[in-house]
């Protein structure tokens, strides 16, 4: 764990050209939809799935804010199509759990890499 | 900021002797409920609560489980306290946008004091 934490950016955010940036936060974004529609469904390979998304959000340095972002663009997307089929988006609101376990996850792999 | 970045643990939460780690997480414990008590209270100190929590959090260099763990605790004892009232506790949903809020700003300060 100690050598992960220690190892470089591979792809840091802010080293990124402007339209490498949105490819990159389209994959981070498809990355975290797959999460948000696996994570009440018994997925097998949902662990893995997060745990790849925080490892790339931690090495690529990406500011939180960004990654709030991303939730609530797809939150939005996912009310905008129940809308349409008539059905209330009242369990969107339980996504708000994964949201919180990614952050969490992310934080503490944050922590134990802090310089303080 | 850098310079606040920069600056030691002020009362690190693993230096502590096992008694004033108790002492320090009832304190957390209590600041926190009073966020959580005032978050959708229009509370013009709010903002100021919330961000000497974390700095708190951040200096203390209290593992991110563990407040996690404060949050639930204080989420079960307010509702209890619903339904001995025979009120339902479903309005303590909310809170989770608390612990987002916390969460977020929490671990963009890590990854800002981050030496990857």
Redesign the interface.
């Known amino acids: 764990m100690d050598e992960y934490?220690?190892?470089?950016?591979q792809h840091c955010f802010y080293d990124l050209p402007v339209a490498k940036q949105q490819v990159f936060l389209q994959q981070l974004k498809s990355d975290y939809r797959q999460i948000l529609l696996n994570y009440f469904a018994g997925d097998q390979n949902l662990k893995h799935k997060i745990d790849l998304f925080i490892n790339t959000a931690?090495?690529s340095?990406i500011?939180?804010?960004q990654?709030?972002e991303l939730h609530m663009e797809l939150i939005e997307d996912f009310s905008k199509q129940l809308k349409l089929e008539g059905r209330s988006d009242e369990v969107l609101?339980d996504y708000?759990?994964t949201?919180?376990d990614i952050?969490?996850?992310?934080?503490?792999l944050?922590?134990r890499?802090?310089?303080?």
Do not use: T
């Not at 934490?5 to 950016?9: D, M, P, Q, V």
């Not at 952050?103 to 503490?108: P, Q, S, T």
């Open positions: 934490l220690k190892r470089e950016h931690f090495s340095n500011p939180v804010p990654i709030i609101l708000r759990l949201l919180i952050l969490a996850h992310l934080c503490e944050y922590r890499s802090s310089c303080q």
